[in-house]
């Protein structure tokens, strides 16, 4: 049953404050599992080979999240189950520093990746239901505040670890952000999936062209969560930083690309989104080609990683656009690319784990400049398939 109008409409701006503060946790826990991948792989005896499989776990849980959580919101009240989740990854995510099984980490690091995979589709589907049409810049902000968390993390864990030598307080301190965050969001009525229109029908979609898209957000995503979760451990391992500036880097990485995300709205009101992905991958072909060209530069790291964390910012929201302008987005369509970005977050974190141990750290910047090149790839297909198809269409006509 519906809310009031005049209910909804005073509920709407609170409930956006309650949303963004979820993505802030969101961003928290995401983020933090790069720096502490080393000291969480020492604590359960394993090789970072064998840890990786971890990451792999925790992605497949955000996948699992995902997918079953958008079919939860539409049958639960959505602000319950929004703070249940994030009561419950606070609980998982304070449980993280006493485990010292692989196997038993692997499980909590599941749950707790389940738990961010239904917070991250509980924000996007309850922003859109009290926004509806005017959705559209609030959106922007929901994902600028994941940033501003993603950037806080390795911020935090570093000051954790010069004042504790430890790093079990960046996950209670995470924990319990959480709980107030979930309070604040169950004591708010929840709002309710709107009807569909009456008498709209979709566009016909091209099943090909849904699976290119499907493959380009598998491939960007490999790229981003391959960067932030090995970044870390690239520049401890290299020497090429200690282990409190690796997490500074880390943070840098998160800070540019939250402020590539800012600056991308207004640039987005100018430019077309082929034009914004061209550019946003010869950026990261130039923020690698730095890093690659000067290996043992500190400098050449910090700056590929500012300006690589700046480069990707825009490239989902812009592929998300381009989308929207090829073909009718239905939630399935929707899922099907949130799916291959979870797959890209779950596939490559564990391959570089793989060849990191088994090659050699400097790999981990191969790897994900093959990856790059590879969506510039995809995108070209994209753009070349719409070329295809506006020659089709005048051909029809």
Not at 154 to 169: C, D, E, K, R, S
Request: aromatic content about 12%; charged content about 10%; proline content about 5%.
């Amino acid at each position: 049953m519906s809310l009031p109008p005049h209910i909804q409409e005073r509920s709407r701006i609170p409930n956006t404050i309650g949303y963004y503060a979820a993505f802030i946790v969101l961003g928290l826990m995401v983020a933090v599992s790069g720096p502490a991948l080393p000291t969480l792989a020492e604590r359960t005896h394993s090789r970072l080979d064998q840890f990786s499989f971890v990451l792999a776990v925790k992605a497949l849980g955000y996948l699992f999240g995902g997918l079953l959580g958008g079919r939860l919101y539409d049958r639960l009240p959505g602000h319950l189950l929004l703070a249940g989740m994030l009561f419950a990854a606070g609980a998982f995510a304070s449980l993280v520093p006493f485990i010292s099984w692989l196997w038993l980490m692997a499980v909590v690091l599941f749950l707790l990746g389940f738990t961010e995979g239904t917070i991250d589709v509980g924000g996007n589907s309850l922003l859109g239901w009290v926004h509806g049409s005017k959705v559209g810049p609030f959106m922007n902000g929901l994902h600028f505040f994941f940033g501003v968390g993603a950037l806080l993390a390795p911020t935090i864990f570093a000051q954790v670890m010069l004042l504790t030598g430890h790093i079990n307080w960046a996950f209670w301190i995470f924990a319990l952000i959480a709980l107030p965050v979930g309070l604040y969001v169950m004591r708010l009525p929840s709002p309710v999936a709107p009807a569909a229109p009456r008498g709209e029908s979709a566009a016909p979609v091209r099943r090909s062209l849904v699976a290119l898209f499907v493959f380009f957000f598998f491939v960007y995503v490999c790229a981003e969560a391959g960067y932030s979760n090995w970044i870390y451990t690239y520049a401890v391992t290299l020497n090429l930083s200690s282990r409190t500036m690796a997490a500074y880097l880390t943070s840098a990485f998160w800070g540019s690309f939250t402020l590539g995300r800012l600056l991308g709205v207004p640039i987005a009101t100018r430019f077309k989104p082929q034009v914004m992905l061209y550019t946003d991958m010869v950026g990261c072909l130039v923020s690698l080609g730095v890093i690659l060209l000067w290996p043992g530069s500190t400098a050449a790291l910090w700056v590929g990683t500012l300006g690589l964390g700046f480069s990707m910012a825009s490239i989902f929201p812009s592929a998300m656009v381009l989308a929207g302008q090829r073909m009718h987005l239905t939630g399935g369509i929707t899922g099907l690319y949130l799916m291959g970005a979870g797959a890209g977050g779950m596939f490559l974190p564990w391959f570089i784990g793989q060849m990191f141990e088994r090659i050699g750290p400097g790999v981990t910047m191969d790897i994900i400049l093959v990856v790059v090149i590879v969506n510039l790839g995809s995108l070209v297909l994209l753009t070349g398939s719409q070329r295809r198809g506006r020659e089709l269409s005048r051909e029809a006509v």
